[in-house]
């Protein structure tokens, strides 16, 4: 299977977890959220390291990489809750899905990867799509200041930053499964202390439908997390980083299908998809 196709195959789990995961904030909160998605991630490839790869043997170097990325997880996922809490969802999507340019940047600057002009354009394309799709206009919070922003720009940043580390990584050991499960423990073990300490609106409810929701949520992310890194085994970061960026183009569309009524088609919804669709397409063409 190639890269594109598994990055393709990525984008629609990470699809499934926000869907699931959406579903279930109906009935209890986002702390609720990113601990069972983030204890279902764990257990999902916990259970893939140990019946299909074992723990094998790996470079200190490849290990201290993806210890790295566990802890970016954990701040790429409170900067996220930040900004949406902060700034409104209609402002801190579109700039955390901005991360296609910062890797594409990254790994033209410092890995070395080539990318030509339908690659470019077609990376373009796609978060210019991506930021049409997730631009719901509402009212800012009543705390709203300018300056929130930072906190999904820096959350799109670091999802950047993360594409070519995980590149990296796996060019010194390439063990996708292992190394997909290193990234989820770390991660659940970094959101406990906050977890700990939060409280008020942010606290835990544990209801059953919720916490089923968010468990498929986190095996779909585990899913995703895991065909990513299996598309970078052999895909250069600028041809994974903006095709796993469709995300919200198949969130929309399993939320059309499966939640009618829960999201609402407008002309710019349309040109965004077309833009994603045409941009991928540019990018599989390009490469």
Same mark, same amino acid.
């Given at each position: ?6 990055? +393709? ?10 869907? /699931? ?20 991630? *764990?257990?999902? &490839? ?16 490849? !290990? +201290? =990489?993806? =210890?790295? !990325? ?10 996220? @809750? ?16 901005? /991360? ?9 600057? +410092? ?13 373009? !394309? ?13 009212? %800012? ?16 940043? &670091? ?8 590149? /990296?990584?796996? *060019? ?6 292992? @190394? ?37 949520? #986190?095996? @779909? ?5 895991? !065909?990513?890194?299996? %598309? ?11 095709? =796993?960026?469709?995300?919200?183009? @198949? ?5 059309? =299908?499966?939640?009618? #009524? ?12 077309? %833009? ?12």
């Amino acid at each position: 299977m190639s890269s594109e196709v598994t990055a +393709l195959l990525a984008a629609v789990s990470f699809a499934l977890f926000a869907v /699931y995961g959406w579903s279930g904030l109906r009935y209890s909160t986002p702390l609720t959220a990113t601990l069972v998605s983030l204890a279902a991630r *764990t257990l999902t &490839l916990g259970a893939a390291v140990l019946f299909f790869s074992g723990v094998p043997g790996f470079a200190t170097k490849a !290990l +201290l =990489v993806f =210890v790295l !990325l566990g802890v970016m997880q954990t701040g790429i996922s409170l900067l996220t @809750f930040i900004g949406l809490q902060k700034i409104g969802t209609s402002r801190s999507q579109p700039l955390r899905n901005s /991360y296609p340019l910062w890797s594409a940047a990254i790994a033209i600057a +410092l890995m070395g990867e080539r990318a030509g002009i339908a690659v470019l354009l077609g990376t373009l !394309l796609v978060v210019a799509g991506v930021v049409m799709i997730s631009w719901k206009p509402e009212a %800012a919070p009543p705390s709203y200041r300018w300056w929130h922003v930072v906190y999904s720009m820096v959350a799109g940043f &670091l999802a950047g930053v993360a594409f070519p580390l995980r590149r /990296y990584g796996l *060019t010194i050991t390439n063990e996708p499964v292992f @190394f997909s499960f290193v990234v989820a423990i770390v991660s659940l073990v970094g959101a406990i202390p906050y977890t700990i300490w939060t409280g008020g609106e942010r606290k835990l409810i544990w209801h059953r439908r919720a916490t089923i929701d968010f468990f498929l949520s #986190g095996a @779909f992310e585990a899913l995703g997390a895991l !065909l990513t890194l299996m %598309a970078l085994t052999t895909g250069r970061v600028v041809i994974v980083s903006p095709i =796993v960026a469709t995300t919200p183009l @198949f969130s929309l569309l399993i939320s059309m =299908v499966f939640l009618r #009524g829960k999201e609402k088609v407008t002309a710019i919804t349309i040109l965004g998809t077309l %833009a994603v669709v045409v941009g991928t397409i540019a990018i599989a063409l390009g490469r």
